[in-house]
C-alpha cells in the first residue's frame, strides 16, 4: 500500500486542490475579471485557483517591488474561500522570456541568452549566466518574503509554481562560451549518484550502453550520443529552478513545483522526468501539464510522473473524464483544469459545453474526505466509459462485484428519479459528457458513489458450495430486487468529513440500479450478507 | 526481436490468413455460404472461416454426410480462397446446440451439465465418456475425408476444434462424476505445472488458498476451484478430441475463447465466474498445461475500446501461443486497433465476425461497412512484410486515439510525426480566452470510424513501407550536434533528403511492383496514404 506524500495542506491538515489553473490571466485581466474567476470557481464547487504572478508585473525597476498584482489575487481568494497556487512566470514560460522585466530584456549582455549552434541568439535566457539567476533567485525570495508577512497565518497561498513549461526551444543546448563549457565540464556528482540510485530508465540505460562511467565530460559518459547535449541543458535549467525555490524556501517554507509540457522531439517525457527529479532537492513536485485526452495518452503520462518521490499533481489538464483515473488509480493529490475564464457567461453560470468540466470538479470535490483517507489504500476505484463500451466490471471489491451500466442501463430506460432525465448519457454514444465517476468501499458492506451517467449493481462473491449462476457477458442479471441494502442514502460531506443524509432511496429508486448523477451529491449504500 | 512461431502455412511455407468468419447457420448449403466467399473477396482476403455442423455431418449415429463439407471446398477452390473450418460439436457457446438429434434425445447415454440443484443444462457434460466417444469419432471421421480430398491442394488450412466452449448456467458441472472429481485430488501433473511455472493466475489462485502440497480441488484453488475444474475438463476432453483427428490428418488445429466481458476488460480476473471452463486468461496456463496438441488458444475480441482490446491481445501473444484473431467485432475501435495488434502483438490472422454482413444487394460493399473493408484492404497488401518483419521491432502501427491529431514514432535514425485530420493544431492554436480557439475549449473528437489507421515497415536504415487511410507521415533524421540542422518540425519533409516515393504492390512472389510515382507537390506536405493507392514505398538519402 503506497504511502501517499500529501505536499499540500493548510495549517497542518493535507488539503486536495480541486480547481482551475488560469495561465493568461494576472495582470492580462480587465477590471473585475479576476474576482469574476473566482466567483465562477466557488459556484463550481473548486477550492483552489492557480495564477500568474509575473517578474514584469513585480519587479518592473530592478530592485523595486510591487505586490499589488499578488495582494489582489490573496483578497480574491480569500473573499470566495479558494486557496491559491500562485505560478511564478520568470524566466520561463513555454521555454521563452515573455515575462522578464525590460530591464532584463533590453540587457542581453548581462542577462545572457541562449545561443544556438548556428550562433543566433534565442529568445531565451541562458541558464548558465549567474546574474540572471541571482535576479531571479532575488526576486522570488522578495515574494516569499512578502508572502510570509501576510499570509503566514491564513495561510490563503499554499504552494508556488517556479516557473512554467521551463525548456530550451529551437537549440539542443546553449552554445554560448559558458554553455560549451557547461557540457565539457565533468557531470555533477549528483547527477551520476541519482542515475544509478534509480538504476533504470531510458537515460540510465543509455548510460550503461555506453560504458556506465562515473566520470568524464557529458559526451563522453553518454558515448557521444546525440541526446547528451540536451541532457546537460535540462539538467542546468532544472539545478538553475531548484536554486530559485532554494533561495525561496529559505525565507518562507511554502511547497514548490516545477510543471512540464513532455517530450519535444529530442528527448522523451520520461527522459526530462529522471533528469528534473534528480536534480531538484529543494521542488516538493515535478508535475505534468497533461494534456491528452485519449485514454492511453493520459495515462502514459500518469506513469511517468508518478514515483515513490514523486506524488502526481496534475497542474494543468483538460479537467475530461481521465482525472478520475488519475485520482483512483495513481494517488493524484490534486487536479487543476485549464482555464476557468471562459466556462461561466456573465451571470457565473457554467456555459452548456463545459458542463462536463464542471461536473467533475463538483464530483470530485463532493468526496474530498475519502480521497484523503482511502487514496493508496486501493478501495477506490474509477468509473470510466472509454470509447463505444456500454458498461464496465469492478473485479477488485473485498466481497462484491460491481457491475456497472452506463446512460440508461441496459434497457436504455431504467429510471432514476423525477428530477433527473432517463438516459441521458447514451451507451453506446462517446464524448465529453462519458459516463464517469469513482467508487469507494469503505467497508466491506459500506460504499460510496460519485459521478455522472452511471449505475451500479454489487453483486456478493459466494463461497464454492453455494449455489450461483454464472455471470456471463451476455447473460447479465441485473436483479436489484435480489440485493441487500441496508439502506441507500444521498447526501455530502460537512466540514468536518463527517457524512450527512440529504435523501434516502428506496423501491423502485434502487431496484434499477444504483444511479449517481452530479447533482445528486454523494451515494451511501450500506449492505448486509 | 521475437521469433513470430507460424501456425498458418501453405505448401509449407507461412502464410498469413485473413478475412472474415461466416455467421453461424451459413454453412448448411452451397446457396447460403456462397455471400461469405463473395465477402473475401471484396475484403481483398485470403480466408474464410466456416462452420462444419455434427447435426450435418452425422444425421444418424456412424452415418456420415460430407456433401456439405464438399460443397465447401469446392467454392473456395472456385473463389481462390482458403478455409478455416469451425468443428461446431459437443461446444458452441457453451452450449449444445449444434449436437445431432440423436445425441440430444438420449440424455440418459449423452449426460448433460446438471446446476446445484439437479437441473439438467442444456450443456453436453465434459466428464460424459460417451459425449467424448462419439465427437472423437465424427471429428476423425472429418479428418479422414478432408485428407481423402484435400491433402494435395490444401485448401483447408486448419481447423478450430469446437466454439467457445464452457458450461453456461452454473459455476461447475454437479453431476455425480463430476462431484467425484471435485473431491479427487488435484491432478499431479497440474501441480507440477503450476510449481514448475512459479506465476501466473492459477498459481496466484493456489497461493491464495494456501499453497498446500496436494489435496482435492476446493483445498487447492478455494473460490476460483469452480473454473480450474471446468477448465481442465474441458481443455482435456478438447486435446482428446483433437488428438483423435490429427491421429488422422496433421492440420493446425485451435480453441477459441468468448474474453470480452461487457466491453470493460481491464486487468487480471480475481476469483468470479464466467461461463464456467471457458479459456479465459484466468485458466489459459491450464489450457496450455492440458492442450498438447492444439497450436494455439485464440481471444474472440470484442471489446470496443483501445485499453482493454491490447490488454486482451497481451494476455493471449505468449511465446508458447502466437496471437490469432478467428473472430472480432466489425465496427468501432476493431477499424484501427488492429494494426497494434499486428505491430505489437505479432498477430499471426485476422478475422472479423459476420462476413455476410458487408455485402450489398448488388454485390458490392455496403456504404458503412467501407471503413471495414478499407482496413482489410490495408492490412492484406502488406503480407509479405508482415511474414518477413513481425517480431523484429520495424512494424510500427498508426492509431489514431480519441481526440488525437498526431502521434510520433521513433525509427532507427529517424523520427516521425504522424499527422491526422486537418492538421497540426486542428484549430487549437490558442488566441486568448475570451476568443474561440483557446487550447481548453473540448477538442474535436477524431472521426467516429474512419480513423487515421494503418503500418509503417522501416525495412532498412533509409527505406520505409506505408500502408493505411487517413494520414501523412513526415520523417526527419534524428538530431545529431554535428550537422547543425534546425531543430523545428517543420510540417514538411527535408528537403532533398527524399530519394524516391513510389506507391505500388508486392506480387505472387513477394516482389515490390511500381504502379506510380510520386514527386514534387505529390510529396512536399507529407507522405501520405489511402487504402485504394496500395504500399508506399519511401527510399530517403543521408
Not at chain 1, 505534468?288 to 495515462?299: C, I, K, Q, V
Not at chain 2, 453461424?24 to 481483398?44: G, R, V
Request: hydrophobic share 40%; proline share 5%.
Amino acid at each position: 500500500m503506497p504511502k501517499v506524500n500529501r505536499v499540500f495542506k493548510v495549517n497542518g491538515q493535507p488539503f486536495f486542490p480541486i480547481g482551475s489553473e488560469d495561465c493568461y490571466a494576472g495582470y492580462a485581466l480587465r477590471d473585475g475579471e479576476e474576482e469574476f474567476a473566482f466567483k465562477s470557481l466557488s459556484l463550481m464547487h473548486g477550492n483552489s485557483m492557480a495564477m500568474p504572478i509575473h517578474w514584469d508585473a513585480i519587479e518592473p525597476e530592478e530592485g523595486k517591488f510591487d505586490f499589488t498584482s499578488l495582494d489582489s489575487l490573496i483578497a480574491n481568494a480569500r473573499k470566495y474561500d479558494i486557496r491559491l497556487i500562485p505560478l511564478w512566470f520568470a524566466t520561463w514560460k513555454n521555454g521563452a522570456i515573455g515575462y522578464t522585466p525590460a530591464w532584463i530584456k533590453s540587457n542581453p549582455k548581462r542577462f545572457k541568452r541562449t545561443t544556438d549552434a548556428m550562433g543566433k541568439e534565442l529568445w531565451s535566457l541562458s541558464p548558465h549566466c549567474q546574474a540572471t539567476l541571482e535576479a531571479d533567485k532575488k526576486a522570488f525570495a522578495a515574494i516569499c518574503e512578502h508572502l510570509k508577512a501576510v499570509d503566514s497565518v491564513e495561510q490563503t497561498v499554499i504552494a508556488l509554481q517556479v516557473e512554467n513549461e521551463p525548456d530550451v526551444v529551437g537549440s539542443d543546448r546553449d552554445y554560448t562560451p559558458e554553455g560549451d563549457a557547461a557540457f565539457n565540464s565533468a557531470v555533477p556528482a549528483l547527477f551520476v549518484t541519482a542515475m544509478k540510485k534509480q538504476g533504470k530508465g531510458q537515460i540510465y540505460d543509455l548510460w550503461q550502453q555506453a560504458g556506465g562511467k562515473e566520470s568524464g565530460t557529458w559526451s563522453e559518459v553518454f558515448g557521444g550520443a546525440a541526446e547528451a547535449g540536451n541532457f546537460m541543458e535540462v539538467w542546468s535549467i532544472a539545478r538553475y529552478i531548484d536554486a530559485v525555490s532554494q533561495a525561496g524556501k529559505a525565507v518562507y517554507d511554502i511547497p514548490t513545483f516545477i510543471n512540464l509540457w513532455g517530450k519535444h522531439g529530442l528527448i522523451d517525457s520520461e527522459m526530462f522526468m529522471d533528469l528534473y527529479r534528480w536534480a531538484t532537492p529543494h521542488v516538493d513536485i515535478i508535475a505534468p501539464d497533461n494534456y491528452h485526452h485519449d485514454s492511453r495518452g493520459y495515462e502514459e503520462f500518469c506513469a511517468i510522473h508518478t514515483r515513490d518521490n514523486n506524488p502526481l499533481f496534475m497542474t494543468e489538464t483538460s479537467g475530461d473524464q481521465n482525472m478520475y483515473r488519475a485520482i483512483a488509480d495513481y494517488n493524484c493529490i490534486g487536479v487543476h483544469f485549464g482555464g476557468i475564464e471562459h466556462m461561466v457567461d456573465e451571470n457565473g453560470i457554467v456555459l452548456p459545453e463545459n458542463k462536463p468540466i464542471a461536473d467533475n470538479v463538483r464530483c470530485v470535490a463532493a468526496v474530498i474526505p475519502l480521497l484523503l483517507k482511502y487514496q493508496g489504500t486501493g478501495k477506490i476505484h474509477a468509473i470510466m466509459q472509454e470509447y463505444a463500451m456500454g458498461g464496465q466490471w469492478l473485479r477488485n471489491l473485498d466481497g462484491y462485484i460491481g457491475v456497472v451500466q452506463f446512460g440508461g442501463g441496459r434497457s436504455g430506460m431504467s429510471p432514476t428519479d423525477f428530477r433527473h432525465r432517463r438516459n441521458q448519457i447514451t451507451a453506446k454514444g462517446f464524448g465529453d459528457n462519458n459516463a464517469r465517476g469513482l467508487v469507494i468501499q469503505a467497508g466491506k458492506h459500506e460504499f460510496y458513489l460519485v459521478g455522472v451517467g452511471w449505475r451500479i449493481c454489487l453483486k456478493p462473491k459466494l463461497a464454492p458450495d453455494k449455489n450461483r449462476t454464472s455471470l456471463s457477458p451476455g447473460d447479465l442479471v441485473f436483479d436489484q430486487i435480489q440485493e441487500h441494502y441496508l439502506s441507500v442514502d444521498e447526501g455530502y460531506f460537512d466540514k468536518k468529513g463527517k457524512f450527512v443524509v440529504t435523501n434516502r432511496r428506496n423501491g423502485g429508486h434502487v431496484n434499477w440500479g444504483l444511479w449517481v448523477e452530479a447533482d445528486i451529491g454523494v451515494v451511501r449504500v450500506l449492505l448486509c450478507d | 526481436m521475437t521469433e513470430v512461431k507460424r501456425v498458418f502455412t501453405v505448401d509449407g511455407k507461412p502464410f498469413f490468413p485473413i478475412g472474415a468468419q461466416s455467421q453461424t447457420s451459413s454453412a448448411y448449403n452451397d446457396s447460403e455460404s456462397e455471400q461469405s466467399f463473395k465477402a473475401i473477396k471484396l475484403l481483398h482476403g485470403n480466408t474464410l472461416i466456416t462452420d462444419v455442423y455434427w447435426e450435418q455431418l452425422e444425421p444418424q449415429e456412424g452415418k456420415f454426410d460430407f456433401t456439405a463439407v464438399d460443397a465447401l471446398l469446392a467454392s473456395a477452390r472456385r473463389y481462390g480462397v482458403k478455409l478455416i473450418l469451425l468443428w461446431f460439436a459437443t461446444w458452441k457457446n457453451a452450449n449444445m446446440d449444434y449436437a445431432p438429434e440423436w445425441v440430444k434425445a438420449n440424455p440418459k447415454r449423452y449426460k448433460r451439465a446438471m446446476a446445484a440443484d439437479g437441473s439438467d443444462l442444456w450443456v453436453l457434460s465434459s466428464y460424459c465418456k460417451a459425449n467424448l466417444e462419439a465427437d472423437k469419432k465424427a471429428f476423425a471421421a472429418l479428418c479422414k475425408h478432408l485428407k481423402a480430398k484435400d491433402s494435395v491442394e490444401h485448401t483447408v488450412i486448419c481447423l478450430q476444434v469446437e466454439n467457445e466452449p464452457a458450461i453456461s448456467g452454473t459455476d461447475r458441472d454437479y453431476r455425480p462424476e463430476a462431484q467425484e472429481v471435485w473431491n479427487s485430488p488435484v491432478p499431479a501433473k497440474l501441480m507440477a505445472s503450476m510449481k514448475a511455472a512459479g506465476k501466473g493466475e492459477p498459481y496466484d489462485c493456489w497461493q491464495r488458498a494456501g499453497g498446500k502440497k496436494s489435496g482435492i480441488w476446493p483445498e487447492i484453488f478455494g473460490l476460483a476451484a469452480r473454473d480450474m475444474v471446468s477448465a481442465w475438463s474441458i481443455a482435456t476432453y478438447i486435446d482428446s478430441v483433437a488428438e483423435a483427428g490429427k491421429t488422422v490428418y496433421n492440420l493446425p488445429m485451435y480453441i477459441n475463447a468468448a474474453v470480452g466481458a461487457f466491453g470493460a476488460w481491464r486487468g487480471p480476473v480475481p476469483d468470479e465466474i464466467f461461463c464456467s471452463g471457458e479459456p479465459v486468461p484466468k485458466v489459459l496456463d491450464i489450457y496450455k498445461w492440458f492442450t498438447p496438441h492444439i497450436d494455439l488458444i485464440a481471444p474472440d475480441i470484442y471489446t470496443p475500446n483501445s485499453t482493454s482490446y491490447e490488454a486482451e491481445c497481451a494476455v493471449y501473444a505468449r511465446d508458447d501461443n502466437p496471437l490469432f484473431l478467428p473472430e472480432s467485432g466489425h465496427g468501432g475501435c476493431h477499424i484501427w486497433n488492429s494494426f497494434r495488434a499486428i505491430a505489437n502483438y505479432n498477430l499471426t490472422g485476422y478475422f472479423f465476425f459476420g462476413s455476410e454482413s458487408i455485402v450489398a444487394e448488388d454485390g458490392s460493399v455496403r456504404p458503412e461497412a467501407k471503413n471495414l473493408v478499407d482496413t482489410f484492404r490495408c492490412a492484406a497488401a502488406v503480407i509479405p512484410l508482415l511474414l518477413k518483419y513481425q517480431g523484429t521491432g520495424k512494424v510500427h502501427a498508426v492509431v489514431q486515439e480519441d481526440y488525437t491529431v498526431q502521434q510520433w514514432l521513433a525509427f532507427d535514425g529517424y523520427l516521425g510525426r504522424i499527422q491526422f485530420g486537418a492538421g497540426r493544431m486542428g484549430g487549437g492554436a490558442s488566441k486568448d480566452w475570451r476568443h474561440s480557439g483557446g487550447q481548453f475549449t473540448p477538442r474535436e473528437q477524431a472521426p467516429d470510424t474512419n480513423r487515421g489507421r494503418g503500418l509503417v515497415f522501416q525495412t532498412g536504415k533509409n527505406e520505409f513501407y506505408l500502408v493505411g487511410a487517413n494520414y501523412r507521415l513526415f520523417l526527419r533524421p534524428k538530431y545529431s550536434p554535428d550537422k547543425k540542422q534546425p531543430l523545428v518540425f517543420h510540417d514538411n519533409n527535408v528537403p532533398g533528403r527524399q530519394f524516391s516515393i513510389d506507391e505500388g504492390h508486392f506480387d505472387q512472389q513477394g516482389k515490390f511492383v511500381v504502379d506510380r510515382r510520386r514527386n514534387g507537390d505529390n510529396i512536399s506536405n507529407g507522405l501520405w496514404v489511402e487504402p485504394d493507392i496500395g504500399v508506399l514505398r519511401v527510399r530517403t538519402c543521408d
